[in-house]
């Protein structure tokens, strides 16, 4: 059996490692909107079906643009 203290502290960092993956999740799920959002305004259907279309859409997304976006700990810090 394992001690009511050690219980109660593995019960609080499973709660903290959640909340923080929930964070993530929403985050990414917000990211996937936007980029959704961008793509339908440049194909005008939400797909990429031709090679312009994907020309069009690789010189906005470029693999700078999402390592560049500011992380969780960087917004945090700015508020």
């Known amino acids: 059996m394992v001690p009511a203290t050690l219980q109660f502290l593995i019960a609080m960092i499973a709660c903290a490692i959640n909340e923080r993956m929930q964070r993530k999740l929403d985050y990414t799920q917000e990211e996937v909107r936007v980029l959704k959002e961008l793509l339908e305004g440049l194909t005008g259907n939400g797909r990429i079906s031709s ?10 997304v470029k693999p700078g643009t999402v390592s560049g976006w500011p992380t969780d700990q960087e917004r945090r810090s700015d508020e």
């Open 51 to 60: 090679p312009d279309e994907r020309k069009k859409c690789c010189q906005i």
